[in-house]
């Protein structure tokens, strides 16, 4: 593997790192619950065992946290399906990007439907707000994980993110590696999936040619991941409301930690990931853009429309899209049954919100938009 001492402060792993981070996790009594609570029918002296026998991050990546993946969707999830591998290639790095849902969740999972389809995985970006443990670290640079500076300075802006673009190139040109990154800076709480152009411009400093040859060298590829449910909307909606109330209002790293716990492990019925097709091909049809920033909107503008054509709906999608703007447009896409069952859930949903003024109506308003704006973008598209 090729390797870049310039990037030793935000990469994965290397393999020969790889013995010494499990032997640190496994003196973690956090790490130690929460593989207790992943993995309860597994003795403590068997996960140790099954860690100090990894050589490799492929190992760790294929027999434990594919695993730990699997356990958890089959207990939080009705199914789990994935379309689109005729657009991409076995042994070509590609750029993911795609709509951001769970925390933790999205690109594990992406990584483990990778690897039962003959794939390597991917190498994941992940904000160093998460990191809110050193485990934490441990763990996400073992599977593959590379971070992401967040919270700096403006007068750091550019030069931690050139770093960033200059290791994204380097990862996929270099050392042949896919690379899975959201279009946005965290999940878009509406899930109103726009990419944003800073994004774009990020990934532009890193290579040696051109706005757009550097955006074309990392092949990128949308993917749309849909979920039936989200564990987190009632979290999302009182954030929302917190918000309004006190435009000075910000998380705490608690919260973090709470979103984390109640996606991975909160119901989300059937769950959908579709790899879209590489954008290159779009890009060489664009004409007459003269600009960079003509550039930057076309291009945000192909990886949207890919990923709204290819979501995945599910009954509540449509009962919320009716319920905010439909007035009974897909009233063909569910039963008298899967509106109830909705209603049930959405309640039940509000009825977590721990606020002293809970704002009823308004926090109705925003989970509904959770579920309907996807199909919103897709008509639109």
């Known amino acids: 593997m090729k390797k870049n001492a310039d990037f030793d402060d935000i990469r994965p792993y290397y393999d020969d790192e790889v013995l010494p981070a499990i032997e640190r996790l496994l003196k973690d009594a956090e790490f ?34 594919r695993e730990a993946v699997n356990k958890v ?16 290639e076995k042994g070509v790095p590609y750029t ?12 594990s999972l992406l990584c483990s439907l990778l690897i039962m ?25 073992l599977n593959k994980s590379f971070i992401v500076k967040r919270g700096i300075s403006i007068r750091q802006m550019m030069e931690v993110s050139a770093h960033l673009s200059g290791y994204i190139h380097f990862a996929v040109k270099e050392k042949k590696e896919s690379v899975w990154i959201s279009q946005r800076e965290g999940r878009a709480k509406d899930s109103n999936d726009r ?6 411009k990020m990934l532009a400093m890193g290579g040696d040619g051109d706005f757009l040859a550097n955006i074309k060298a990392l092949n990128i590829v949308p993917v749309a991941l849909s979920y039936e449910y989200d564990p987190c ?24 930690l709470i979103s984390m716990q109640t996606g991975l492990f909160g119901y989300k019925g059937n769950i959908h990931f579709q ?41 509540g999608n449509y009962i919320a899209y009716d319920r905010l703007w439909g007035n009974g447009f897909f009233s063909r896409k569910y039963t008298k049954e899967e509106v109830e069952l909705f209603e ?3 309640h039940g949903q509000l009825e977590k919100i721990d606020l002293e003024q809970k704002d009823i109506p308004f926090l109705t308003e925003k989970i509904l938009e959770m579920y309907a704006n996807p199909v919103k973008n897709h008509l639109e598209s």
Request: charged residues 30%.
């Open 195 to 200: 990419t944003q152009e800073s994004l774009l």
């Open 96 to 107: 993911y990007i795609s709509n951001h849902r769970d925390i933790i969740l999205d690109a």
């Open 73 to 88: 969707v089959e207990k939080t999830s009705a199914s789990v399906g994935c379309a689109g591998f005729e657009n991409i």
């Open 233 to 256: 909307d009632y979290l999302k909606a009182k954030e929302f409301q917190q918000k309004r109330d006190n435009p000075e209002f910000k998380k705490i790293k608690e919260d973090d």
């Open 275 to 315: 790899f879209g097709r590489p954008i290159n091909p779009a890009l060489e049809k664009c004409t007459g853009l003269q600009s960079k920033n003509e550039w930057i909107t076309q291009i945000a503008s192909v990886i949207d429309r890919e990923i709204f054509r290819n979501y995945a709906f599910y009954p």
């Open 117 to 141: 389809n003959g794939y390597d995985t991917t190498e994941i970006a992940i904000g160093d707000n998460l990191l809110l443990h050193p485990w934490i670290e441990d763990l996400v640079r």
């Open 32 to 65: 130690k619950r929460v593989v207790g609570r992943v993995f309860p029918e597994k003795s403590w002296e068997s996960v140790t065992t099954l860690l100090t026998s990894f050589k490799n991050k492929h190992d760790f990546q294929a027999r434990l946290i």
């Open 344 to 346: 049930r859930y959405l």
